[in-house]
Structure formats: C-alpha cells, structure tokens
C-alpha cells in the first residue's frame, strides 16, 4: 500500500514547483482541487486525508467525485474537466515512482474529459460598453479607479488574472503608449494604447501617484485587487448600465467579456486573426477562430459574395406587414 500524502507533497514540490516551475495561478488550481478531492474521500471512506492510499484512490471513486463536483457542486463542465486534468497530472506522476499501481493508475488515466457544447462568444456592443463605463461613478476614487480600469480592458483585453497582477510600472505612455504584462506560461508581452486610453490613464496616473513596484489598481488599502473583486465591480456596473442601455442584461459581462469585447472591436476593424493572437496572449492561431464564428458581418459579407447574379445582395426584409409579422414568430 502506496500513502497518498507524501506522493502528492513531492508532486508539488517536485514536479509543479522545481521541474516545472509552474505559475502561482497553476499551483492554486492544482491544489484547490486535490482539497476537494481529498474531501471528498475523507466524507466517503471515513479515512483521514493524511492515512488515503493510493488504491483508495481508483477510477470507479474518481468517476463518483467527478460525478459530485457537477451534480452536487453544480461545477461547470469545463470545471469538471480542469479538476480531472489535474487528477491526472498527479497520476501521470504517480505512474513513474509507484508500478505497483500501474493497473489502477491506467484505468484512472483513462478516465476521458467530458464533451460540451461551445456556446457563442458573448462581447458588448459599443453602445454597450458605453454604458459599462458611465456606469462608474467618478466623483469617487473608486469609481474613477473602476472606470480607468475598465476603459484598460475594453481596449487591451487584458485577462483578469493580467489585470490584477499590473503595477505602476507596466503602464508606459511616453512615445509608442503600452501597457507591459506576463500572461500564460509567463510569457511577457506589450500592448499598444489608443490615445483615448492613454488620456485616461494619465488622469488616473495623476491621482493614483505611488511607486513603480505598487499595484496599477489597487484597494483602499493599497494592495491588488482580487479576480473576485474585479468581478464584483463588473457585476454591479452592469445593473447600473442596464437602465442606460437593457440590452446588456442578457450578456451577463465577467471580466472574460470585456476581452471578448476587444477582441471583436479588432476583428471588426479588419485586423488579421493572427495578429489578434498576438494581441491577446494566445499561443496558437487557432484560438482566435471562435470569434469569427460570434461575427454575423463577416457571416454576411461571405453570403453576399454567393448572391446569385442578378439580385440585390444584403438581408432578407419582408415585403408585406403581415408577411414581417409571420417572419418574427
């Protein structure tokens, strides 16, 4: 019998933190989610965490805590799936140093990520995204600390993750205006500002004063905001938007949107897939193609050029009233 503990203190010392050097964002996944799973066991066996066996562990018992994250938890499927990545990059590790649970570590491995339906991206129209940003109130300093914070990621479609992370320091706005982060995999890149941007940064420059070192957007308190909060702040300008612009309310915009929201500003304005890649961090061009699928004007200017000869390409416009009410239902 193989002790789970101390295969899975050397797969974070070892493996995660000194092989790899895996970022802080990858270690709380990782570790987020072997608490739920050693939780879980504990609630299921009456065994501590600290006595579980590797052979406690099996496929039929990953499969039920799978089944709980999504049934009872009400995870994502997309969660499920990241928790079972993770699972699996531990057995991956297990596999090496323990054979003689090579056959209940296969079965486990073999355990497949759960299919889902892709949904269409949701972005904010410019009107919008108008409204998201009208919605913070600058007479106060965290409004005015929101709304230049929202106007960054409208237009950079910073991740969230990237955003909180942003010190003084990473804003330049002398000659060629950008804004320096460290995305996945640590990978660093540089992101051009408008001048519309740049203008509001240096209001907030202005105020915010502070040391290079210090956070771009920070509490009250002077430390960097949480991904919760971001989200927090969102959430609550999006109620306010609504009265301004309703159309909003179905959207439900995260922090996910607003990168969504940028990336389709430039792929509306005729710039190439492949250099929206770069823009937003991703490391294949393949990525990007989702939002070609959340475009209906790149959808009709390819059916116009298929118009039979002879007719007057553009939407379908009902010739009657009564025609246009059948149309609609």
Same mark, same amino acid.
């Given at each position: ?14 493996r ?80 090496l ?47 005015r ?9 409208l237009?950079?479609?910073?991740? #969230? ?91 439900h ?19 190439? #897939? ?7 961090g ?15 004007t ?32």
């Open positions: 019998m193989t002790a789970v503990a101390p295969v899975l203190q050397s797969f974070f010392t070892e995660l933190m000194t092989q790899r050097k895996a970022s802080p964002h990858t270690i709380t996944a990782y570790r987020d989610a072997f608490r739920l799973l050693l939780g879980f066991a504990s609630d299921h066996t009456a065994i501590k965490p600290n006595a579980l066996d590797l052979a406690d562990l099996d496929a039929p018992f990953i499969s039920a805590f799978l089944d709980h994250l999504e049934h009872e938890r009400g995870n994502s499927i997309r969660t499920r799936n990241a928790r079972l990545a993770a699972i699996h990059s531990l057995f991956n590790y297990a596999a140093r323990h054979p003689e649970h090579a056959a209940s570590i296969k079965r486990v491995l073999a355990i497949p990520p759960k299919r889902y339906e892709r949904n269409l991206l949701t972005y904010l129209t410019d009107p919008e995204a108008d409204a998201l940003l009208a919605a913070c109130d600058r007479t106060t300093w965290t409004g600390r929101d709304h230049a914070m929202l106007a960054l990621t237009q950079t479609g910073l991740r #969230v993750s990237e955003l909180t992370a942003l010190t003084l320091a990473d804003l330049h706005l002398g000659d060629g205006p950008n804004v320096h982060c460290v995305g996945k995999g640590r990978k660093e890149r540089r992101t051009p500002l408008l001048p519309a941007t740049v203008a509001v940064m240096r209001v907030w420059l202005d105020e915010r004063q502070g040391h290079g070192h210090e956070p771009l957007f920070s509490t009250s308190t002077g430390r960097h905001l949480s991904r919760d909060a971001v989200e927090r702040r969102i959430t609550l300008y999006s109620g306010r938007a609504a009265e301004r612009c309703p159309s909003i309310t179905a959207k915009p995260t922090a996910h949107t607003l990168r969504h929201t940028a990336a389709m500003r430039l792929l509306l304005s005729g710039v190439d #897939v492949t250099v929206i890649a770069l823009w937003l991703h490391e294949q061009v393949g990525t990007v193609q989702h939002y070609l699928h959340a475009d209906m790149q959808k009709e200017r390819a059916i116009a050029k298929t118009t039979p000869p002879g007719t007057k390409p553009g939407r379908y416009h009902a010739p009657d009233p009564l025609l246009a009410f059948l149309e609609a239902l």
